[in-house]
């Protein structure tokens, strides 16, 4: 009884730090809750392990290869995460998630096309989607196509009234179209929201929301002709 009480606890206490006790069978969902938890302490390696794990016991559920996608994404290995993502849209084209989440591992790669084409469809199946407006605005601007950047940027901003990034997207697009005053609102707008986008070094950082080097750049020179 006393080994039964000991094992028990030192389980338990394993659990508790994050690791998969020995002998004790965990289900997918529990693999899910596990790999969440590794992501947010950026242990990206032992998250996919157990995000593999539920995958293997739960082969359908797509929210869960979404989830395993998307952690490959975070941890670099973007070629792993497209080909996740990917073999997700073929056994359910219409899993928005899964559109979105690949679209954007299309724009850090600069596959812009395959970018535009994947966000396309995700908005087509979501069309209030502003994770797919605001992407197909950023891949748009790189491929020197304005007025759908524009277009894009500005009805992000508006399906998310709250997140500045559609506004610098939008600030962008119109700086390039040469609109300055326009450009430049944009940009203010954005700091009435966040202060902190007053700072140009906290500019890249953008990076972390699929902007590129080239635009983290002209979103400093807005910044700067603002002054």
Do not use: C
Request: hydrophobic residues 45%; proline residues 4%; aromatic residues 10%.
């Amino acid at each position: 009884m006393r080994r039964w009480i000991l094992g028990f606890v030192v389980g338990w206490f394993w659990l508790g730090q994050g690791g998969v006790a020995p002998g004790l069978a965990m289900s997918a969902s529990e693999y899910r809750q596990l790999g969440l938890s590794y992501r947010q302490q950026e242990r990206y390696a032992e998250a996919i392990v157990a995000f593999r794990q539920a995958v293997n016991l739960e082969p359908d559920n797509l929210s869960g290869r979404v989830l395993l996608g998307w952690t490959l994404h975070k941890a670099g290995q973007r070629a792993d995460a497209a080909s996740e993502l990917l073999a997700t849209l073929y056994r359910d084209p219409f899993e928005v998630q899964a559109a979105n989440a690949l679209g954007i591992v299309y724009l850090v790669e600069g596959q812009l096309l395959g970018a535009v084409a994947t966000h396309t469809w995700a908005e087509w199946l979501k069309p209030d989607n502003e994770i797919a407006h605001y992407n197909l605005s950023l891949a748009y601007q790189r491929l020197q196509m304005v007025e759908p950047a524009i277009a894009h940027a500005a009805e992000a901003a508006k399906l998310e009234p709250s997140n500045p990034h559609p506004l610098i997207a939008l600030a962008i697009a119109q700086w390039d179209k040469g609109d300055r005053a326009q450009a430049q609102q944009a940009y203010r707008q954005t700091i009435g929201l966040d202060s902190r986008y007053q700072d140009p070094a906290f500019l890249n950082y953008l990076d972390e929301a699929g902007f590129s080097q080239d635009q983290i750049v002209r979103s400093q020179a807005i910044l700067k002709s603002l002054n």
